[in-house]
């Protein structure tokens, strides 16, 4: 395999990975606020005020994280 088509899948894969951790970064900052405004509901029966609380920390986070990446970059 001549040494730009190594170049060009090296490249790729990087991208296919950089692009997959942000993915489940953002994925996992939600579905945490998800879970953990649905676990304080539950505990203090107050439905649905922590899950929307906690969803919107969850995406805040998920921006902050994103953001913290592009600065890395």
């Known amino acids: 395999m001549p040494h730009n088509d190594k170049q060009q899948r090296k490249n790729l894969l990087r991208g296919l990975t950089l692009f997959s951790q942000i993915g489940i970064s953002m994925a996992s900052c939600v579905l945490l606020g998800v ?28 921006y902050k994280a994103l953001f913290d990446w592009a600065k890395r970059m």
Request: proline share 4%; charged share 15%; no cysteine.
């Open 35 to 62: 879970f953990v405004g649905q676990f304080l509901d539950r505990r203090f029966d107050t439905s649905p005020w922590f899950l929307l609380v906690f969803s919107l920390v969850g995406v805040a986070a998920a």
